[in-house]
């Protein structure tokens, strides 16, 4: 069988390619599916980059080339690629059950067949501007989390919301990344979606733009909020209106 050396386009001498946040985590997702490569993946979880070996053969063509890459930068890649797998694994496609990691924590090669082949191109420069517009921030996450949880269990109070996100927004570098799995987690417990595009981008712009990512971050969680108590708000009035009315 031939290898397979699908590897994705360089990036050029500035920055990422146009587009590679959104390409990269669609991608992890649907590797996911794949046992092998999610336990890969999940090593990631709280260690720096010197003892994620496993991860290595799947993250490392995706990072940008051609330009000194701030190690920030790389670990933001290595992270949310080990977030993103860091969940059960029936949130994934069926994928084959053959391939796994060895007895060194090595994902397991078939036939010297990289099991998983990897994009040749990322989007244009017209989707990586469509992409900003649509994103949304972790504040909204943390806002619609709060308003779809009440009574459920795993629920996220509105403290424990704002507590949390507060937090992270006052973190360096070195903090964000410790802190964050556990919220991102925290999240996933109340079944909420995480727009992991939009955060490897606040991940990788963090050391030299937090304050205006946690601007942004606190923005959206409290209009966000302010917003959907509004609309349940209204949605209860119509209700007590309809009870209430004569019949006709």
């Known amino acids: 069988m031939t290898e ?3 590897r994705p386009a360089p ?26 490569a999610r336990a890969a993946l999940r090593t990631g979880v709280r260690r720096n980059l010197d003892h994620v070996r496993p991860m290595h053969r799947l993250v490392a063509p995706w990072l940008p080339t051609g330009r000194h890459l701030p190690e920030s930068e790389e670990r933001a890649y290595y992270l949310i690629a080990a977030m993103i797998a860091d969940q059960p694994r029936h949130s994934f496609a069926a994928g084959p059950d053959d391939d796994d990691l060895d007895e060194d924590g090595e994902l397991v090669m078939t036939n010297g067949q990289h099991p998983l082949p990897l994009p040749q191109d990322t989007p244009n420069t017209q989707s990586l501007q469509q992409d900003r517009r649509q994103g949304t921030s972790l504040g909204a996450a943390f806002a619609r989390a709060v308003v779809k949880s009440p009574g459920r269990e795993g629920e996220m109070r509105e403290s424990t919301a704002e507590t949390r996100l507060n937090l992270l927004t006052r973190q360096s570098v070195n903090g964000l990344f410790r802190h964050l799995p556990g919220s991102v987690r925290y999240l996933r417990q109340t079944d909420t979606d995480i727009d992991f595009a939009q955060l490897l981008d606040d991940l990788i712009a963090w050391p030299t733009r937090s304050g205006r990512i946690s ?4 923005q959206d969680y ?7 108590q509004r609309e349940q708000t209204d949605k209860q009035d119509a209700e007590e209106l ?7």
Request: hydrophobic share 30%; glycine share 6%; aromatic share 8%.
């Open 4 to 6: 397979n050396t699908a």
């Open 242 to 248: 309809l009870r209430t009315a004569p019949n006709a």
């Open 11 to 36: 990036a050029d001498s500035s920055a990422a390619k146009p587009g590679r946040s959104r390409a990269f985590t669609q991608w992890v997702t649907g590797v996911c599916s794949d046992p092998g």
């Open 222 to 228: 409290y209009q966000q909020l302010s917003r959907s």
């Open 215 to 218: 601007r942004h971050w606190l």
